[in-house]
């Protein structure tokens, strides 16, 4: 999971907060005005939409047309939501290969942009069944095209990446429009990055603390895209498109504009959101250098590096904790939302959008509190429509306007 200082998950009471934080750079890839944020009338809820779930992290839909929901529940299975209800035989059980609890388990799930034809997916998840240490997996499975049921025996393991600490993870998979996975992993845990001699989300002979990007072709095996930005530098690791996360848990890319979202959960005092067009692969953004834009451990190499700030932090002041990403609302029931990232916090329950008002600021709105400790994940339909795994309610929730059908 996405905590940071201890193996439990913590819960505390908060106030609703709102924020604003001067943009950075550009508007994306997109030349079209920004959308604005959601009118002040706005009212957004929570509907369930099922339950029964241990401790879901993640939501994802295969985009075969098939109308399910993939939940990820942290223990190592895969459950389908069909028709409003949950199957009963799992869609995969990994629970005997990984290791599971705090912020460890079955922590990320994506889909071939071809699954209708070709039955892959990849999961992140955390194991030491391969060489008795604590490591990351990134993994191909194969199903049969349609089917709610897949053999473990189909993975792959395309990589593993050996894990200092148990906390930290990252977890997050998904594809971007170029047809790339790309994979977050965390700066290897512990407490302010202490690995190494500039920590790991600096050093680029690691994939620690790193959004990686590589190619897949449902094969069992991978390969670097020629593009990626460290493929000429020999100690580099040529996975890497990233660098200068701390733990990115979750994020997203809007397909819309290709642009890629990440929450990435902070040390202390700040969480962030970072925003990156396609253009933007090799970008430093920041940590321990930083911690959102404020100043961590700045030593001699932070001086010389070109750091990128998130387009927006904020502190702990009133309990808001561990950032969760979320996705740019491009669906049609809450037109309010149209254009705006959807985030919240997993410490609070919070979830609030986020978009730019006339002035060129980044303001973050309020919209509905899930619970402490319950917003581990959100998850997007086949018709852009959100959803929010419940951690500890065990549920998915679907956002909602208040008074629409």
């Known amino acids: 999971m996405a905590e940071k200082r201890g193996a439990t998950l913590r819960y505390r009471t908060v106030l609703g907060l709102c924020a604003t934080l001067v943009c950075f750079g550009c508007n994306g890839s997109s030349m079209s005005p920004p959308p604005p944020p959601p009118p002040p009338t706005l009212q957004v809820e929570l509907v369930s ?7 879901p992290l993640d939501i994802q839909q295969p985009g075969d047309g098939s109308g399910r929901l993939f939940v990820v529940e942290q223990g190592g299975r895969i459950k389908i939501i069909q028709n409003g209800g949950v199957l009963g035989t799992p869609y995969l059980d990994v629970s005997a290969l990984i290791v599971s609890g705090g912020e460890q388990g079955l922590l990320g799930l994506a889909f071939h942009p071809n699954y209708s034809s070709n039955g ?24 049969a095209p349609g089917a709610n049921t897949v053999n473990t025996t189909s993975e792959n393991v395309l990589f593993t990446v ?21 994979i977050g992993l965390g ?45 000429a530098q020999a100690a580099a690791a040529k996975e890497i498109w990233l660098r200068g996360l701390r733990n990115p848990f979750r994020f997203s890319i809007d397909h819309a504009t290709g642009n890629l979202w990440i929450g990435d959960v902070g ?11 396609p253009q933007q692969g090799g970008a430093n953004l920041g940590w321990r250098c930083k911690e959102g834009t404020h100043n961590f451990n700045f030593t001699s190499n932070c001086q010389t590096a070109t750091l990128l700030d998130p387009i927006f932090d904020y502190d ?34 919070r979830i609030w959008s986020l978009a730019q008002n006339t002035q060129g600021q980044w303001v973050r709105t309020f919209l509905v509190s899930c619970g402490g400790g319950d917003l581990a994940g959100f998850g997007q339909d086949a018709s852009a429509e959100l959803y929010v795994a419940r951690y500890s309610s065990g549920a998915v929730a679907r956002l909602h306007q208040v008074g629409t059908p």
């Open 187 to 231: 700066d290897g845990g512990g407490a302010g990055d202490q690995h190494g001699t500039i920590g790991n989300g600096q050093d680029t002979t690691t994939r620690l603390g790193k959004i990686l990007r590589i190619r897949v072709d449902c094969n069992g095996t991978y390969s670097i895209p020629t593009d990626n930005p460290f493929v």
């Open 316 to 349: 702990h002041s009133q309990g808001d904790d561990t950032v969760i990403g979320g996705y740019v609302y491009h669906g049609a029931n809450i037109s309010g939302l149209t254009g705006n990232y959807i985030f919240g916090d997993f410490i609070s329950g």
């Open 162 to 182: 050996d894990q200092p600490e148990s906390n930290h993870n990252g977890g997050g998979l998904a594809f971007g429009n170029d047809g790339f996975l790309y």
């Open 120 to 143: 892959c997916f990849y999961v992140n998840y955390t194991t030491t069944r391969l060489n008795g240490a604590l490591q990351t997996a990134i993994s191909e499975f194969r199903a």
């Open 267 to 277: 040390q202390n005092s700040f969480e962030e959101v970072d925003r990156l067009t």
């Open 49 to 55: 939409l099922a339950s029964g779930f241990a401790n």
